[in-house]
């Protein structure tokens, strides 16, 4: 069973650009949330999908939007990148039985942005 | 607010060693808890999940147990190697806050 993907692996953009990353959850998954993980911060939660709409939303700012499809690949976008926005962004993806009642998150291996 | 404490931040071990990492809650209102391995510059790895009702899981080498009253996880590994190496983070999907709160980690050296 394939698990979590994420493409890229590894962007290098500059300020004001944006970006989007892509991730594949593990078959039969649909429930996909994204992370933020800095040294100095930490894993920090951005969003969670669940059937093609947004569930639950972190403490960002509206920059960061993502969205979900039917297959249940997810896709996150971050508009006029800051230097701040260099970090490893992690998605995960669950079998969310519930809102009580939720599975083993699966990590992907994380795209790393750099902004320059 | 809802917080998760994961101390030491670092430890240092000898092979063989049995060792202990702590995971801590500031709410008893979970449902489950989770604990992941993570590799410099890699994605996280799921070692056990515990749900609200369960008091432990074992895997291999591992045992994870929960105490939602006093708001403590602990992750025992039995007999610790080298490639045990690595950063461990629990984290806690806390009823009704819609995600999970990782803590910030404990970074293991097992020493041949």
């Known amino acids: 069973k394939a698990g979590v993907t994420q493409t890229p692996r590894y962007l290098i953009k500059t300020r004001g650009q944006q970006v989007t990353l892509s991730c594949s959850p593990i078959?039969?998954?649909?429930?996909v949330s994204w992370y933020q993980q800095t040294p100095g911060q930490g894993l920090q939660f951005l969003f969670e999908?669940?059937?093609?709409?947004?569930?639950n939303k972190g403490n960002f700012p509206g920059r960061f939007s993502g969205r979900q499809f039917s297959n249940s690949r997810s896709e996150m976008n971050v508009s006029t990148l800051e230097l701040g926005d260099s970090a490893l962004y992690l998605c995960a993806s669950s079998l969310r039985i519930s809102q009580e009642y939720y599975n083993e998150q699966f990590f992907g291996p994380g795209t790393r942005l750099t902004v320059l | 607010k809802q917080e998760v404490t994961q101390i030491p931040a670092a430890l240092s071990v000898p092979e063989g060693e049995n060792l202990v990492l702590n995971c801590s809650f500031t709410d008893s209102a979970i449902y489950n808890l989770q604990w992941f391995r993570q590799d410099p510059g890699k994605g996280l790895t799921s070692l056990l999940l515990?749900?609200?009702?369960?008091r432990e899981q074992t895997s291999g080498r591992l045992n994870a147990s929960l105490d939602k009253s006093s708001g403590r996880s602990t992750l025992y590994i039995a007999a610790s190697q080298p490639g045990d190496s690595a950063t461990y983070l629990c984290a806690v999907r806390f009823a009704n806050a819609g995600k999970s709160t990782f803590g910030d980690g404990t970074t293991l050296t097992v020493k041949p």
């Open positions: 515990i749900q609200s009702s369960q």
């Open positions: 999908y669940f059937s093609e709409t947004q569930r």
């Open positions: 078959s039969g998954h649909r429930s």
